[in-house]
């Protein structure tokens, strides 16, 4: 996983409470939406997936957002079949959607589009350390054992028919999708859009195109609506269809027009980004992605390039005196200095007395490694990308 997506911080409004018009359920649910087809509905709009039960296995469509939620989604498919999970499919490059492959391969094939095959290659070792150690049930089948040994990669596109269904993998080229895709049933007209499926949610477009870009996001929901789907599970966020698609096109195309309408004014980027808004969409989930996306947006309009942003590693000694949202969020009391807010990623390597982050609580001592970006406009906090806890 390279630099960028590590910097993957959560604004530090965010501690304040969702807008409850697009928050899913305080609990996971597991809902049949067509004939031997489930959607695993994450709960308070956490990451969704999509499980495809087949007389010749399952395939399942991206993992939970952390480990208690992916042994759920485990449970919920026994519950509906003695068959195995054959295949796990990968939408996008998150640890939301990625962090739970660990309990199913290997033997598990996983596949995924070649740009997020060639982004695990090149993994660190404290990242792979943290794959294999992210369900301890596992941890003999996992020993030795690479993120990249089961992978299953394409470039285009790619069709598994598989006891009966088919199931389409679409991905639509863009210089800087990073490798994102959808899931299409024609059969039942199930759809999983992946990143571009968003309901009720602010989009998470960031400078350095490390989740693409709106133009990006377009050609993959011109691509998506075509197919005109009667039930649409997006990447996070309650269940839709085809009209859903429409509505983030025009999310995306008034949010253009709006950057650019403020640059014909001459307006500097600083200007933009504090003036622009989306109030528009009132009661949509993550309002405190609006900095990032026009930002986004200025670099787009005017040709550019993504944001490359030097990266500055530090480190922290303290306790935690508030955690929130299963361990996503912390408040850190360091020895000495100011209290610090991290965000603790799926892929973050957690020692100690915490197996995974829904197990740090306020009272903990620990040890956190985090990355701070130089230059940036960082609205959002920084990411830990390692901790030791200590009780």
Known sequence: MNVAKLLLPIALAALAPRA????????AEFRRVADDIYAFVGKRNDANALVVVTAQGV??????????ETRLLLNFIKSVTSQPVRYVVITQNHGDHTGGTPLFAPPVNVIVHERVAKDWASWKPYQIK?????FSERSGALEGVNPVDTVLSFTESMTLHLGGKTIELLYVDDPYNPGDIAVWLPQSGVMHAGFVGYIGRHPDIRPDYSHGTTAGMLKQLEVLRALQPKVMVPAHGPLGDSKDLHALTDYLLLARQKVRTMMTKSLSLEAIIKDFHMNEYQGWDRENHFEWLAETLHRELRGEGPQIVPISDREVKGTIVHAEDEGRRLVVKPQSGRDLRLRVTADTDIDGAASDRSQLKAGMKLTAKYQVPEGFNSPLGYDVTEMVVAP
């Open 130 to 134: 943290s794959w294999r150690k992210r």
């Open 59 to 68: 395939v399942l469509v991206d993992t939970g957002n952390n480990p208690p």
């Open 20 to 27: 409850s018009l697009a928050v899913t359920g305080d609990k």
